[in-house]
């Protein structure tokens, strides 16, 4: 059974970056497409970027050209750089695969935009 860790997540003014990290516990990390989601006050979840077992990512309009996805899978890893952050990237992250199994969320780590 994995588990996911989330963290890197910080107060940061706009225009700055940060790097996220979803460290997996357990077997088959690899075989997983792993995605990362936010959600913001009052806002449902919704999905952020995602990664193939192979390296494909696809990523949403709002953060295109700004996040990039990645993943280590010798060390069961998946990053989420984040770059040119603007107030509305604050929300609460978390990763997660997909499709979403829901009783792998985690605590997430929250992202706050703001000068």
């Known amino acids: 059974q994995v588990q996911l860790v989330e963290s890197g997540g910080g107060l940061v003014q706009p225009g700055g970056s940060l790097r996220l990290s979803c460290a997996a516990s357990?077997?088959?990390?690899?075989?997983?497409?792993m995605g990362w989601y936010r959600q913001a006050p009052g806002k449902q979840r919704e999905l952020v970027a995602s990664i193939s077992s192979g390296g494909n990512t696809n990523y949403a309009d709002s953060v295109k050209g700004r996040f990039t996805i990645s993943r280590d899978n010798a060390k069961n890893t998946v990053y989420l750089q984040m770059n040119s952050l603007k107030p509305e990237d604050t929300a609460v992250y978390y990763c997660?695969?997909?499709?979403?199994?829901?009783?792998?969320w985690g605590q997430g780590t929250q992202v706050t935009v703001s000068s």
């Open positions: 997660n695969t997909r499709p979403i199994r829901p009783t792998l």
């Open positions: 357990g077997s088959m990390f690899s075989i997983y497409v």
